[in-house]
């Protein structure tokens, strides 16, 4: 995929969360989710199309946008629903999400950076029967938003420092922690 405009140094990435959605009536519910992600991770750090119009106007959206969600995003969440398999703009994304799937959440490090989430009903081209979808319809923003940064902490290039501090302390896990303490044994 190419690069056409910033690659992921190491760990860090330029989005934490990337929402790819179809729109329709699920803006709303996916515009709350956003911003409640933005809060706990920090500005700048979800991508939400509306957050980035002025950037994002004006684009290809068969590269651009696949870039974003194939080089710049940690985690990359699919709000599945009927129409996120029609819409041109959404089978864009998702190309670039089964790629990203493919080539990156195989190897050992990359494990978990897809989120695929049912918002409403319909199926999705390349998303089997036995794949494990939570169904969020009946859930909130604020738990869809946990589920999120549940995942986010099971990533080990997940940073949870923000220019806002922590992320909720109590989500971060030990090992994601700056310092931790070393138990060391010695046998003689």
Known sequence: MPDSHSTPVGNAYRFDVALSFAGDNKRDKVRELAKILEKKLGKNRVFFDEFFEAEIAGQDADTYLQNIYYN??????????????????????WQAIRAFERDKCRK??????????????????????????????????????????????????????????????????????KWFPAVVFVVF
């Open 72 to 93: 710049e995003a940690l985690l990359v969440v699919s709000c599945f629903c009927n129409r996120y398999d029609e819409k041109p703009w959404t089978q864009d994304e």
């Open 108 to 177: 050992p490090e990359s494990r978990n950076r897809f989120l695929p989430l049912r918002f409403g009903d319909g199926e999705v081209n390349g998303v089997f029967s036995n794949a494990i979808v939570p169904d969020v319809r009946g859930r909130d923003s604020g738990e869809i938003a946990q589920l999120i940064i549940d995942r986010l902490n099971t990533l080990a290039a997940f940073q949870p420092v923000t220019s806002n501090g922590p992320i909720v302390e109590e989500t971060v896990p030990w090992f994601r922690t």
